[in-house]
């Protein structure tokens, strides 16, 4: 929500299988056209990481989405290493 109006929706679903010791999840973040570019994405990669519990959220992204780069760099996500593949995966690892 922004202003009281639903910018968009962002969702946080449990890797399968659950590693009960090390849990992780991956995040999505789809806002409203007329809601993009505005730095909401930002907030709601953060918020929605923090919010989660999760001490680690992955976000997989086309390598070309600059726009979710970039706001899921400024959120705090880093680029994982290792595993090369066709998209872009970024990791946010909770600080304390
Ligand atoms: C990706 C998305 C979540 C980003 O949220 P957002 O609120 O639009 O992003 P922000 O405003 O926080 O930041 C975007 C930044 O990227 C920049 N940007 C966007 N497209 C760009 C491009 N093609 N080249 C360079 N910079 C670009 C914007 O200018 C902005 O930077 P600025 O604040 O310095 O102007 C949103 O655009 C969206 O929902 N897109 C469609 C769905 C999607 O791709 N989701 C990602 C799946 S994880």
Not at 39 to 49: E, K
């Amino acid at each position: 929500m922004h202003k009281g109006i639903q910018a968009g929706r962002v969702f946080i679903v449990a890797q399968q299988p659950t590693d009960v010791t090390d849990p992780d999840a991956s995040i999505t973040v789809e806002l409203n056209q007329a809601s993009r570019g505005r730095g909401i994405g930002t907030v709601a990669f953060r918020t929605a990481s923090e919010l989660s519990g999760y001490p680690k959220v992955y976000a997989a992204m086309r390598k070309g989405n600059v726009a979710s780069h970039i706001a899921a760099t400024r959120a705090g996500f880093v680029p994982l290493e290792g595993e090369p593949t066709n998209e872009l995966v970024l990791v946010w690892r909770r600080s304390s």
